[in-house]
């Protein structure tokens, strides 16, 4: 059980004193009932609306974005961009910072959290959470490039590849990376190895979350439930 006027506080959009003079106007009601007092108790589970309107008050926030191109997967930038520049001021009060980096020409799924210690276990190699890539290339993707890529490479900068998932799409000039790690320009690095430098990236998925297709770029989404109970099991199974 957590105080109201803390859990709305939580979500970064109301002060605790903004939350008193709400429930002083009759504005809140949680549990199928109007809130009377701000220190009232109630479970993180139970709903909550403000004007009639849905507050989430968990914990954690996690969101789904659609990278676009251009953009630092940062949280803050002196000269550039970054991802977070794209999110409302309530977000940006709440820690939220990228669960990995995409270089800033790469599109795609980024997950953004304030959940530190979930993000740091999918990102371990070890939590097995494959990270997938349509990749365009100069060059066409071979038959020899699937096996270098399924064998685990060391590259000629000393970069050590885990096996890798490399599929070539129609004529090969594009084709899907499934990577375990995430090492810096990992995906560009081992194309470029190949002989085949990216042109464009995009990431497709991280785990059982795919990229929602109704995001365009720049776009974003609070994750579902049963999105968050997916990664939480992801992050399990890998163990
Ligand atoms: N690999 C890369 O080379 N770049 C990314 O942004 C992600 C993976």
Same mark, same amino acid.
């Given at each position: 059980? +957590? ?6 506080? =939580?979500?970064?959009?109301? =002060?605790?004193? @903004?939350?008193?003079?709400?429930? *002083?106007?009759?504005?809140? &009601? ?7 007092? /701000? ?5 993180? =589970?139970? $709903? ?12 954690? &926030? ?10 630092? /997967?940062? &949280? ?28 800033? @020409? ?8 304030? %959940?530190? $210690? ?8 070890? /939590?097995?959470? %494959? ?12 038959? &020899? $490039? ?9 590259? %000629? @900068? ?12 129609? @004529?090969? /000039? =594009? ?27 995009? *990431? ?30 992801? +992050?399990? $199974?890998?163990?």
């Amino acid at each position: 059980m +957590e105080r109201l006027d803390k859990l709305l506080a =939580s979500t970064g959009r109301w =002060s605790r004193k @903004d939350v008193k003079e709400l429930v *002083r106007q009759g504005r809140v &009601t949680a549990a199928g009932r109007q809130v009377l007092r /701000s220190e009232e108790k109630f479970e993180l =589970s139970d $709903d909550i609306f403000v004007d009639g309107v849905a507050v989430c008050c968990q914990k954690f &926030t996690w969101l789904m974005m659609n990278k676009p191109a251009g953009l630092l /997967s940062a &949280t803050e930038d002196k000269r550039q961009k970054t991802v977070l520049d794209l999110l409302p001021e309530h977000y940006q009060k709440q820690g939220l910072f990228p669960v990995g980096r995409l270089d800033k @020409d790469t599109e795609g799924l980024l997950l953004l959290t304030n %959940d530190g $210690d979930l993000a740091h276990r999918l990102l371990a190699p070890k /939590s097995h959470v %494959d990270k997938v890539y349509l990749a365009r290339v100069t060059g066409r993707v071979e038959q &020899t $490039d699937v096996s270098a890529f399924a064998q685990g490479m060391v590259l %000629d @900068d000393g970069l050590e590849c885990m096996p890798a998932g490399l599929e070539p799409l129609g @004529d090969g /000039s =594009s084709c899907l990376v499934t990577l375990r790690e995430g090492k810096f320009h990992q995906v560009k690095r081992m194309l470029a190895f190949r002989g085949k430098p990216v042109e464009y990236l995009k *990431r497709l998925s991280m785990g059982p979350l795919k990229l929602d297709e109704a995001l365009a770029p720049g776009q974003w989404r609070q994750l579902t439930a049963g999105e968050l109970e997916a990664l939480g099991r992801a +992050e399990l $199974d890998g163990k």
